[in-house]
């Protein structure tokens, strides 16, 4: 993004949280997609303004491609001159209620403000109880999780240009899904942050086409 393209809102979203939302949904979508190959639009998240989710925001139409933003989260915008089309990736943690974006147009003009609403959404929570010392992360391993929290912070802030040829993404590995997106597992009584991604469980040997290392 260039200065004359940056936008800002009051109350941004964060940006990590907002573009590993859209990662999420087409990767859930990924894993429950058939063999043949889908058209641009089948991939496309579904459009669910709820936490989590994410909400698909007409621009309108306009000859070149919209800049639109979240706060300082750039979005994705797709379409052609007759309409383009936001995607907001919503954070686990937003609130319901009324959101809004920023819009300009190629040339870095005022933005144009849209606003949406995000509807209430319940995910599945987990109760468990287990071995007091599973719950809380070592010393050494709390410093490494600061660590790599921050390192996966700065790589899942960028935006590329130019944009993907396709929204398609692999499935990492063939397997059961053993965790979905937004569960909440509440150990001991204490309640951890809902998950922000998609677990396969797999056979060790398993060849993997891609992953991430969670912990």
Request: hydrophobic fraction near 45%.
């Amino acid at each position: 993004m260039t200065p004359s393209r940056t936008l800002r809102l009051a109350a941004p979203f964060r940006r990590r949280t907002a573009l590993s939302t859209v990662a999420a949904w087409l990767l859930a979508r990924a894993a429950d997609a058939q063999p043949a190959a889908p058209s641009q639009e089948t991939v496309w998240p579904r459009d669910r303004a709820v936490p989590g989710g994410v909400a698909h925001l007409s621009l309108g139409p306009a000859a070149a491609r919209p800049v639109a933003q979240s706060g300082e989260v750039p979005l994705l915008v797709l379409g052609d001159p007759i309409e383009w089309t936001a995607l907001v990736g919503i954070p686990l943690a937003a609130a319901p209620g009324t959101a809004e974006i920023a819009v300009a147009d190629a040339h870095g003009t005022a933005p144009r403000r849209i606003a949406y609403r995000i509807a209430a959404k319940r995910y599945v929570e987990q109760r468990l109880q287990v071995a007091p010392g599973t719950v809380d992360l070592s010393p050494e391993n709390q410093a490494r999780y600061e660590r790599e929290r921050a390192h996966l912070a700065t790589v899942m802030a960028r935006f590329t240009e130019p944009l993907p040829r396709e929204l398609q993404m692999r499935v990492p590995v063939p397997g059961r899904r053993s965790s979905s997106f937004g569960l909440r597992r509440v150990f001991n009584g204490q309640a951890r942050n809902p998950h922000s991604g998609m677990d396969i469980a797999a056979s060790t040997g398993t060849p993997m086409a891609a992953l991430f290392i969670a912990g």
